[in-house]
């Protein structure tokens, strides 16, 4: 019995003495808690809503008041005219556009009933079907109090019009992100060994003498990668357009190159974790738990980015994917050109120098 336990607080030692073991089984059920707890809501808060009032009278401004007060929106600049909602809708400042005809408040009066324009960005059909449920509920609220304060049957009816997605596709609000998804998981997972399987064969000896310097090792270790990476890319694209349906409305020249940045800054997060660590176990662990899981929550494609907490919305800016998926969401379903984009494809440029410059010095030039 005293050899059991003695082998059991030998096994506590060796488990307190790893804190990889110790990170899984401690900091992963709590950061587990606080994301699904906190982070993960299909709630929809704070949205960006335009409206336009052409008739500017009780009913409206009630109306408006009603929108104003309540927690799921928030209120921009009145719209000018409908160009001026197309331009809101591509720099993604709103979600929702509503429009009083001229003759709303006169309709009510004399006819019992009036119409009102509702226009959602449905690239995200999720979030546009939460956000039209929100205003036919406020609609419907004021209808109620008209009706019982009148003692008439008043009846106020929302015209909805959806851009970029009418026919409710579901798949256009998965494609993005799921692209986005692949290459984060397979080009880092890929690159992550890259290195350290050197180290665990032994063959890094070879790489050390031999006459190339240690940045042609990385790129030399990118390229095969990079390459598979652009094969299926263009796979995934095939299978999206003639499989899913999807339409790609926007320039596939400027998709490509975008793709192509962004699997260069998975490669670069690769090499980087490939670099640090010591086994291909430990590599593997890394590329595919610490990718998936924050791209799968944090990139925005499966649970709203602007309900999360502060700190939460601050991480996502830190995942690369999350620039990716903004920029194929422009160009793929909004037919968006390079000047909608530019400050994601500069954030992801930016990233791709930083992890490369770090990788390449944490690139030891000497065995251990």
Known sequence: MKRLLAFIRKEFYHVFRDQRTLLILFGLPVAQIVLFGFALSSEVKNIGIAIQDNSHDIHTEKIIQ?????????????????????????DGSIKCAVIFPSNFGSDVQRLGGAKIQVIADASDPNTATIVTNYLNAIIRDYQQELNLSAKLNYQIIPELRQLYNEEQNGSLNFIPG????????????????SVV???E?????????????????????AIPFLVL?????????????????VEIKGSFLLLFAESILFIITCL?????????????Q??????????????????????PIENMPWIFQAISHLIPSHYYYIIVKAVMLKGLGFSYIWKETLILAGMTIVLLTVS???FKIRLS
């Open 197 to 199: 399987r050197e180290k």
């Open 178 to 193: 799921v692209i986005a998804l692949i290459f984060m998981i397979v080009s880092t997972a890929l690159t992550s060994v």
């Open 268 to 280: 670069s997060l690769g090499l980087l974790i490939s670099n640090v660590t010591d086994s291909q």
């Open 201 to 221: 064969l032994g063959t890094m000896e070879i790489l050390l003498v031999s006459p190339f310097k240690p940045i042609m090792v990385l790129i030399a270790k």
């Open 66 to 90: 009603k929108i104003q007060s309540s927690s799921y929106f928030h209120v921009e600049n009145a719209i000018l005219n409908y160009n001026d909602i197309e331009n809101r809708f591509k």
């Open 282 to 303: 430990t590599a593997m662990l890394i590329s595919m738990m610490g990718m998936m899981v924050p791209t799968l929550i944090l990139t925005g494609f499966m649970f």
């Open 360 to 362: 390449l010095k944490k």
């Open 229 to 245: 990476s652009i094969i299926n890319f263009i796979i995934i694209i095939f299978l999206s357009v003639y499989l899913l349906n």
